[in-house]
T-cell receptor
Framework: GDSVTQMEGPVTLSEEAFLTINCTYT??????LFWYVQYPGEGLQLLLK?????DKGSNKGFEATYRKETTSFHLEKGSVQVSDSAVYFC??????????FGKGTMLLVSP | DGGITQSPKYLFRKEGQNVTLSCEQN?????MYWYRQDPGQGLRLIYY???????QKGDIAEGYSVSREKKESFPLTVTSAQKNPTAFYLC?????????????FGQGTRLTVV
């Protein structure tokens, strides 16, 4: 079945550091890929998405490129801020039933 | 504004009691979902519905029940058969049948057994 694997957290960074959160997936066909963000005590918000190979999703300084050859969708940001502290979820939608989520990666950014 | 609303935000349940979590959306989405979130376990699918009067079990449906009498509403009942119901519950909705489907989430309900 479909699955998403994310790096375990927490990821602890200082403000203005470079961020990478790894995400790899297993799916049949050609899934759409998503990154969601969850701030403390809240629901999930869509951060970015990509629907086909080599697409780059971007939003609020975050980027991720759909790499079919490595089945990956790593999240990156050049300079993190304290306000980026949250839990980040990688997810895929393979065209049937429901989204499949990774377990989430907590990011902690200190001033 | 269109969106998805969960209520209440906090809920306390006594042992052996059934409780119902509300989820309403005005996005005209066909599909709705319930997820449970526990620390370190990510999101686990409880039930989902793709059309009114129809729903399917997810990965952890035991001890839960749902109904979908209206397109806008997808309430979740946590029954006394659910042995460990303390968790954060998230409701979501999406358009069906499109390759770039994204899910929109409510703000969640935190359920605690007292």
């Amino acid at each position: 079945g479909d699955s998403v694997t994310q790096m375990e957290g927490p990821v602890t960074l200082s403000e203005e550091a470079f961020l990478t959160i790894n995400c790899t997936y297993t799916a049949t066909g050609y899934p759409s890929l998503f990154w969601y963000v969850q701030y403390p005590g809240e629901g999930l918000q869509l951060l970015l998405k990509a629907t086909k190979a080599d697409d780059k999703g971007s939003n609020k300084g975050f980027e991720a490129t759909y790499r079919k050859e490595t089945t990956s969708f790593h999240l990156e940001k050049g300079s993190v801020q304290v306000s980026d502290s949250a839990v980040y979820f990688c997810a895929l939608w393979a065209g049937y039933s429901t989204l499949t989520f990774g377990k989430g990666t907590m990011l902690l950014v200190s001033p | 504004d269109g969106g998805i609303t969960q209520s209440p935000k906090y809920l306390f349940r006594k042992e052996g009691q059934n409780v119902t979590l509300s989820c309403e959306q005005n996005l005209n989405h066909d599909a709705m979902y319930w997820y449970r979130q526990d620390p370190g376990q990510g999101l686990r699918l409880i039930y989902y519905s793709q059309i009114v009067n129809d729903f399917q079990k997810g990965d952890i449906a035991e001890g839960y029940s749902v109904s979908r009498e209206k397109k806008e509403s997808f309430p979740l009942t946590v029954t006394s058969a659910q042995k460990n119901p303390t968790a954060f519950y998230l409701c979501a909705s999406s358009i069906m049948g499109q390759g770039n489907t994204e899910a929109f989430f409510g703000q969640g309900t935190r359920l605690t057994v007292v």
